[in-house]
């Protein structure tokens, strides 16, 4: 096992029984959450995320915001 070790070690490879993993620092959503993919246009998707930038939301806040005007 040494010796592998070695050899992912002369690899760059990093073993997962010592890596550090980080931890979300924010608190969850406070309810059950899902989740889909979207396909939408560069432009679209570009003037949600700044939209979300200038208000200060997360993409999950925007997409309730979103909806609460339909």
């Known amino acids: 096992m ?3 070790d070695r050899v992912a ?3 760059g490879l990093v073993s997962r029984e010592t ?3 980080q931890r979300k620092a924010k608190r969850g959503p406070s309810g059950p959450t899902g989740q889909f993919n979207l396909r939408a ?3 679209d998707m570009n ?3 700044d939209w979300c ?3 200060r939301m997360s ?3 925007g997409f309730g915001k979103l909806m ?3």
């Open 9 to 11: 070690e002369d690899l």
């Open 59 to 61: 993409y999950r806040e």
């Open 47 to 49: 003037e949600f995320v």
């Open 2 to 4: 040494a010796a592998v």
């Open 68 to 70: 609460e005007m339909k």
């Open 41 to 43: 246009t560069v432009a």
């Open 53 to 55: 930038g200038r208000e």
């Open 19 to 21: 890596a550090t993993i």
